[in-house]
């Protein structure tokens, strides 16, 4: 355990020369650290301040965390001084958590889910995680000739922002903790549900609001990366405090901010993802991986950071590769659409990224959608921040040609501070 976070001591310790982006998003939220009432939240600042571009920034409390951790392993968190220091922070906030509840926490190993798109085995986390998400769109969209209909154009939007749309309909009402209520993961995940959904989707108008679907027979800040050995081992890693800083609480002495994932349940009584003791949220953050549904073999390590954006990314830089033929730099390069519901006017919104024409967002409009549009600079964030590793061109010639070679490509999302290495 050592080996392993010694760089990461190293760094905090020492400092590092903050990027551009992540400069842009910390100065965005550093009202969270500045509040009054988080006296720990300078400890991430840099004279009351969020670092500029380049300045360098150092955690010493963060690296006495980590040299903790290395020394007691899960204890040194869950337990002892970091334990303590969370749970005072909590309860001077208001919050009901203590000791017992950290020293409770228990790891589970989950099984992904999978389904068949064109023979791309396509593997995401299960709920209570919303990769389902991806995959019940991905499922819808095999009912429709995409590459028929081009890419990106107002067509193709539209199917795929209204899939995105019927899918979220489903699992933002299904997806809750498995340990607490019965998910319908295979039933949501069968294609002739799929089929059924997708005869949902006018593809003239948009549609205002889906219901979600009766699967039973009748009577959201994010860090993914990703690495792939010389062996073929890939691991898809993703982490989150969520909205930005997350609760914007920092416990004294430890260096880092608490989370608040409790945010995406539901305190609707009766509804499956409803607040509980115990009970796990929906949760945003999705790593992915595909895989030849034939051979089995890996095909690429992938994710797209962003909240509610991660299975919408998921989507379309997938259908990027496999029905337009874009290697993983361009499928993470071109525009992309965000759907999301906005309570304020109980309507689902459409933001467009800087790049689609404006001819593609009047046909949309004229379709019925509420469009958002151009989003540009650094708001394109919204967009998603996704890395690829793909083993060998499969995405040339998908099922019509074998991959010519072993090579790994690599592509990193120009909305995000990132890169692609060989090592």
């Not at 064109?118 to 590459?147: H, S």
Request: hydrophobic fraction near 40%.
């Amino acid at each position: 355990m050592r080996q392993i976070l010694q760089p990461a001591i190293d760094l905090a310790e020492k400092g590092f020369p903050v990027s551009e982006i992540a400069s842009y998003c910390w100065k965005k939220n550093a009202h969270a650290l500045q509040a009054p009432g988080n006296p720990h939240g300078k400890d991430l600042l840099i004279d009351g301040q969020a670092p500029d571009h380049g300045q360098v920034f150092c955690n010493p409390f963060l690296a006495d965390t980590f040299k903790e951790l290395a020394e007691l392993g899960k204890r040194g968190f869950y337990e002892g001084r970091v334990a303590k220091a969370v749970v005072d922070v909590i309860q001077s906030n208001g919050g009901v958590m203590d000791l017992e509840d950290l020293k409770s926490h228990a790891t589970e190993e989950v099984k992904p889910i999978v389904t068949n798109y064109k023979g791309l085995n396509v593997w995401e986390i299960p709920p209570n995680g919303q990769g389902i998400t991806a995959l019940l769109a991905l499922n819808i969209l095999e009912n429709f000739n995409l590459k028929e209909m081009g890419h990106n154009t107002a067509h193709y939007l539209h199917v795929l922002i209204e899939a995105v749309k019927v899918s979220f309909a489903d699992t933002l009402w299904y997806c809750a903790d498995p340990e607490k209520v019965a998910v319908p993961t295979t039933k949501l995940l069968s294609k002739p549900y799929a089929r059924d959904r997708s005869k949902l989707i006018d593809l003239q108008r948009a549609t205002a609001k889906y219901n979600q679907g009766n699967p039973f027979p009748v009577g959201s800040d994010t860090v993914y990366f990703t690495v792939v050995d010389t062996q073929g081992n890939a691991c898809s890693f993703i982490n989150s405090n969520y909205m930005g800083f997350g609760t914007g609480l920092v416990p004294d002495g430890c260096g880092f901010t608490l989370q608040n994932r409790g945010a995406n349940f539901s305190l609707q009584p009766g509804h499956p993802n409803c607040l509980a003791p115990r009970k796990r949220p929906y949760h945003t953050i999705i790593p992915a991986l595909a895989t030849d549904a034939d051979s089995g073999e890996l095909l690429c390590s992938f994710g797209v950071m962003g909240g509610f954006m991660q299975p919408q990314g998921h989507v379309q830089v997938l259908l990027n590769m496999l029905e337009f033929g874009m290697n993983p730099q361009q499928a993470l390069d071109v525009p992309r659409f965000c759907v999301e519901y906005d309570r304020k006017v109980d309507a689902w919104l459409v933001s467009l990224e800087d790049g689609i024409p404006q001819n593609i967002t009047e046909a949309l409009i004229a379709k019925g959608h509420r469009v958002v549009a151009p989003v540009t600079g650094h708001n394109r964030s919204m967009f998603g921040r996704g890395q690829i590793i793909t083993k060998g061109d499969w995405w040339r010639h998908w099922r019509i040609l074998p991959s010519s070679s072993n090579v790994f490509w690599a592509g990193s999302d120009p909305r995000a501070d990132g890169c692609a290495l060989g090592y």
